[in-house]
C-alpha cells in the first residue's frame, strides 16, 4: 500500500513511563514542536511490564477440526478458571491424545443405517487477517470437520470449522465428489454454523436428521463424524456422564452443555451425536484434555441448536445469545444477606451493571435478584432444573432471545419490588472475534490505528502490549454502543516521522484534545483537520 505524507505536519504526544512499581509517571515534554501540526495525540505508553496472573497459558481444552495433517499454531479460547481450549482448527500435534481403541466401534449392524448417511465432511479453506498488519492477511491453510443434514438444502456444523472460510466443500459418505457450500449463519458465542449446498445432485436420496430431547444422565450417546486418522466415517459410543452450563471455548460464552465420555478428536466437530433411538442430541465440538482427566467430551445440546436456529429464522440472521448485563455475586454469608435485609437464603448480588444494558437503567448496586420470570433463584446462583437438579442462573437468560423482556424479583433496602429488563447481547470493549472478519485500521503519516481486540493481543503477545491495556482488555466495559479502544499499533519508517519509530501498542486518548470514541471518530476528526 502506497502513503503519502505532508512533512508540514506533526504530531503531538504526552508520553507516560512505567517505573519499577507498576504506576505511571507523566512526561510532559513534547516530541514535536512545529506549530502547522495536523493535530495532537495523547497516547498512554503501557509499558512492557507484565502481570503473571494476567497471562493465559496454554490450556487442554480443544475444539476439533483437523488441518489436513498441517499443524498450524493458535490458541483459540480465553483463559477459563478450568482448563479449557477450542478444538479449532489451530492445533497443536503435541497436544494429540488418541483415546483408546476400544472406544472405537466397528459399525456392524450400523453400517448400512441411514442416519449415518445424512453426516458430511466439510473441507474449509481459511484465510485468517493479520491482526499485526491489518492491510494483509495471512497464509490460506485448509482444515476438515464434520456436519450433517438438517433438511430444506441446509447443513448444521461448527462456527470454528468455517471460520475465515475462503472456500468451504462438503462430501457424502461414499461419495467421491465435493460440493460447494455456502455459510449462511454463524453463531460464535454458541459455535454452530449454518451451511447450504445448491447443488441438487448433493440432495439427492438424502434424508435429515431428526432432533431428540435433551437427554439424561447415564443415557447411551454415539458420536459420528470425521476425525484424524482416516477418511472415512468414525462412531465412537459413551454415555451422557453430565449436564451444566458449559465454558464454551471458541465463543468465550457459557451456555447448556452436555458432557460424554465418547471419544471426540481434531475433526470430529460438527458432527451429530445421537441417542440410542437415532435421534440426534446434539452437535460435537470440544473436548477436554489434562493429565488429570480422560475421555471427557462435550456436545453443544438440541436446545441451543433450536436457539440459533429460530434465532436465523426470525431475523434472517444471527443475533445472538442476550445478556442481562449485570457483574453479579453469591449470598452464601448470612452476614452479608443479613446487612442487605435479605430474611430467606436465596438470590444474588447486583455489583455492577454494564453501562451498555438496559438492567443500568433499572437495577442498583446493592440490589438482590431472587426470580427470574418468577422462577427462585438460590444463594449459589442456581434455579431449579428438571427434577432434583440446579442450573446456573444464567441457563435462564440463555433461553431468552435479543429483546425479550425479563421479570425479576429484587429486594432493594429490604423491600420486594418487580421490575422488568429488556435483555440484548453484551457489547464487548474490548471483542473476542472480528465483526466481518477483517479489523478495522487508519493510517497516516506512518502511524498505523487499529481497534484494541483479542485476537491482535493473541498475535501481538501479552507481554508486549503492556499491563494497562490487559487490565483495559480484561476488565472494562464499554461505556456506550461502539465504543473501541484505539491503539497506536506500529510507525512505518519514514521521513517525517523520524524519532518515532519506536512506538508501539499505545493507546490513543485524545485528538487535539477531543477524546476518541472508536476508530470512525479518529478517521473522522483527520478528515475535518485536514
Same mark, same amino acid.
Given at each position: ?57 496454554? $490450556? ?26 477450542? /478444538? ?25 443405517? %441411514? ?13 485468517? *487477517? ?12 485448509? $482444515? ?14 461448527? %462456527? ?44 439427492? #436420496? ?8 435433551? *437427554? ?11 476425525? /484424524? ?32 465420555? %465418547?471419544? +471426540? ?61 449485570? /457483574?453479579?455475586?453469591?449470598? #452464601? ?57 440446579? +442450573? ?20 432493594? %433496602? ?16 474490548? *471483542? ?7 479489523? $478495522? ?12 481486540? #483479542? ?31 484505539? +491503539?497506536?499499533?506500529?510507525? /512505518? ?38
Amino acid at each position: 500500500m502506497s502513503m503519502a505524507v505532508a512533512a508540514s505536519y506533526s504530531f503531538f504526544v504526552l508520553r507516560s513511563t512505567v517505573n519499577p512499581h507498576g504506576s505511571a509517571s507523566g512526561c510532559p515534554p513534547c516530541l514535536a514542536t512545529r506549530q502547522s501540526s495536523i493535530g495532537v495525540l495523547a497516547l498512554k505508553a503501557t509499558g512492557p511490564k507484565e502481570i503473571r496472573n494476567l497471562k493465559r497459558g496454554p $490450556s487442554p481444552f480443544h475444539c476439533n477440526s483437523n488441518a489436513d495433517g498441517i499443524s498450524a499454531k493458535g490458541d483459540t479460547g480465553r483463559s477459563q478458571p478450568t482448563a479449557f481450549k477450542s /478444538l479449532g482448527m489451530e492445533i497443536r500435534h503435541k497436544e494429540f491424545q488418541f483415546d483408546s481403541i476400544d472406544q472405537q466401534i466397528e459399525p456392524g449392524d450400523l453400517q448400512d443405517e %441411514a442416519f449415518l448417511n445424512a453426516v458430511v465432511k466439510v473441507y474449509c479453506t481459511h484465510t485468517a *487477517p493479520n491482526y499485526s498488519l491489518p492491510w494483509h492477511r495471512q497464509r490460506q491453510y485448509t $482444515s476438515t470437520g464434520s456436519a450433517f443434514m438438517i433438511g430444506e438444502g441446509k447443513l448444521l456444523t461448527s %462456527a470454528h470449522c468455517v471460520e475465515h472460510g475462503t472456500q468451504v466443500k462438503v462430501k457424502r459418505r461414499g461419495d467421491d465428489t465435493k460440493y460447494v457450500a455456502k455459510v449462511l449463519a454463524r453463531g460464535v458465542d454458541c459455535d454452530i454454523a449454518l451451511l447450504s449446498v445448491e447443488s441438487g445432485e448433493f440432495w439427492k #436420496e438424502a434424508e435429515p436428521l431428526h432432533f431428540g430431547r435433551l *437427554p439424561h444422565l447415564k443415557d447411551a450417546v454415539t458420536v459420528v463424524g470425521y476425525p /484424524l486418522g482416516g477418511d472415512t466415517i468414525s462412531v465412537t459410543k459413551g454415555v451422557v456422564s453430565r449436564i451444566e452450563v458449559t465454558s464454551y471455548a471458541h465463543g468465550s460464552s457459557d451456555l447448556l452443555g452436555i458432557q460424554i465420555d %465418547a471419544a +471426540i478428536n481434531p475433526g470430529n466437530s460438527g458432527g451429530p451425536a445421537f441417542n440410542d433411538r437415532r435421534e440426534c442430541i446434539g452437535v460435537a465440538f470440544q473436548a477436554y484434555r489434562s493429565e488429570e482427566a480422560e475421555n471427557i467430551g462435550y456436545v453443544i445440546p438440541t436446545t441451543v441448536v433450536s436457539h440459533f436456529l429460530k434465532d436465523y429464522e426470525r431475523n434472517g440472521k444471527y443475533t445472538g445469545f442476550p445478556s442481562l448485563g449485570v /457483574l453479579l455475586q453469591k449470598l #452464601e454469608n448470612p452476614a452479608l444477606r443479613e446487612c442487605l435485609k435479605v430474611q430467606s437464603n436465596e438470590g444474588v448480588l447486583v455489583r455492577r451493571a454494564e453501562p451498555t444494558s438496559d438492567a443500568n437503567n433499572v437495577l442498583k448496586e446493592g440490589d438482590v435478584i431472587v426470580s427470574f420470570d418468577n422462577v427462585h433463584v438460590g444463594c449459589e446462583g442456581t434455579v431449579p432444573f428438571r427434577s432434583n437438579e440446579r +442450573i446456573a442462573f444464567c441457563y435462564l437468560i440463555s433461553q431468552k432471545f435479543a429483546g425479550d423482556v425479563a421479570e425479576l424479583g429484587i429486594i432493594r %433496602a429490604g423491600k420486594f419490588m418487580q421490575v422488568q429488563v429488556v435483555l440484548n447481547p453484551r457489547v464487548h470493549l474490548v *471483542p473476542r472475534h472480528i465483526d466481518g472478519g477483517q479489523p $478495522s485500521f487508519f493510517i497516516i503519516a506512518g502511524l498505523v490505528f487499529t481497534p484494541l481486540s #483479542e485476537p491482535l493481543i493473541e498475535e501481538e503477545r501479552e507481554d508486549s502490549i503492556g499491563v494497562k491495556l490487559l487490565l483495559k482488555a480484561r476488565h472494562s466495559l464499554a461505556r456506550f454502543k461502539g465504543e473501541q479502544t484505539v +491503539i497506536l499499533s506500529q510507525v /512505518l519508517a519514514n521521513d517525517v516521522n523520524i524519532g518515532y519509530e519506536s512506538m508501539a501498542n499505545w493507546q490513543v486518548l485524545k485528538f487535539n484534545g477531543t477524546q476518541i470514541k472508536n476508530i470512525h471518530h479518529l478517521v473522522h476528526l483527520v478528515d475535518c483537520k485536514w
